[in-house]
């Protein structure tokens, strides 16, 4: 498949019911989608030009995800360029350095994976974690990535870290720090985290004498130091963000509103309300960033609507 030439020509995964759509977008608006034949698919990152990186089962494995799809994806449709299994329980996924990095749960051994290169002789290189008997029931939950610097987000065992990458010379991240989370209760759970320019926002729920809790904690990029956490009751909300702001879809879900709360980076108070409101959603709705950063509202599906929101 040939790359389009456009440069108006923004791209997104969706999914619709048990199917995952490409979504081609230009001037703002969707252009159409296509039927990619992956199923339902797991996270996805994409690199430059056409070619995503996508985390999905294989038979035999329903429950977690155990293979990379690299797609090549044109205003004709997709292919698939490389299927690669993982050597872990995979979790997420990022491009860093122009190369990709799987993390996850593994019972020993590492648990975030480089690979390269991104062809069937690719190799499955071991990124160094830090040493101790604290880190021996630890996994890596979610990755997000700024310039040379790559931080893999901990889900196992209190107390939990961050550990902080760098781009080397030779390819591989180098390991910079280890860093501490803030605990917002009890039996935390990372679900997942997204980076936008000045901080980073991690979604995690916690369970205690209140009920459950949902919690967006921001991060600043300078120095990983937690600035605030938005709380929240009810359903898991979906989230984004896109540059500083963050894209929050949350409530019951009869009547789900999807939020855009501005300049999360700024230290001042913010609040969920009818202000912040930017649109409405039903249950099955979910969030998307596009490859050019675009937030995208699928809801409804497979029939429903799929809007680019900003």
């Known amino acids: 498949m040939g790359e389009s030439n456009d440069a108006a020509l923004d791209m997104a995964l969706v999914p619709s019911g048990n199917e995952t759509h490409l979504v081609l977008i230009r001037d703002g608006g969707i ?48 292919a698939i360029v490389a299927r690669l299994d993982t050597p872990i329980a995979a979790a997420d996924l990022a491009w860093f350095d122009d190369r990709l990095v799987v993390c996850g749960i593994s019972p020993t051994g590492p648990r975030a994976w480089l690979i390269a290169p991104l062809d069937s002789s690719a ?16 996994g890596f939950d979610a990755l997000v990535t700024q310039g040379r610097q790559l931080i893999a987000i901990d889900n196992f065992v209190i107390p939990k870290w961050m550990v902080r990458y760098e781009a080397s010379a030779n390819g591989i991240p180098t390991l910079a720090a280890v860093l501490p ?23 995690s729920t ?8 949902h919690h967006c904690t921001f991060y600043a990029w300078e120095d990983a130091r937690p600035l605030r956490t938005l709380t929240l009751a009810g359903e898991r909300p979906r989230f984004a963000m896109q540059g500083d702001d963050l894209w929050l879809l949350h409530g019951p879900s009869g009547a789900r509103s999807v939020h855009r709360l501005r300049d999360v980076s700024e230290p001042r108070a913010f609040e969920l309300d009818a202000g912040s409101a930017v649109a409405m959603a039903d249950a099955s709705a979910t969030l998307v960033r596009s490859r050019d950063g675009r937030i995208i509202l699928a809801s409804g599906l497979p029939e429903g609507r799929v809007d680019v929101l900003s």
């Open 206 to 213: 916690t369970v205690g004498r209140s009920g459950v809790r």
């Open 123 to 138: 190799r499955w290189l071991p990124l160094p974690m830090p040493q101790g008997e604290r880190w021996e029931r630890k």
């Open 181 to 203: 989370m803030a605990e917002n209760g009890t039996y935390e759970t990372v679900h997942c985290a997204s980076d936008g320019d000045s901080v980073f926002a991690v979604l």
């Open 31 to 78: 252009e159409r989608r296509l039927k990619t034949g992956l199923g339902c698919c797991g996270p996805h990152a994409w690199s430059h030009g056409g070619l995503v990186a996508v985390l999905t089962r294989r038979r035999g494995h329903q429950l977690l995800w155990w293979r990379v799809l690299l797609l090549q994806c044109d205003e004709l449709g997709s």
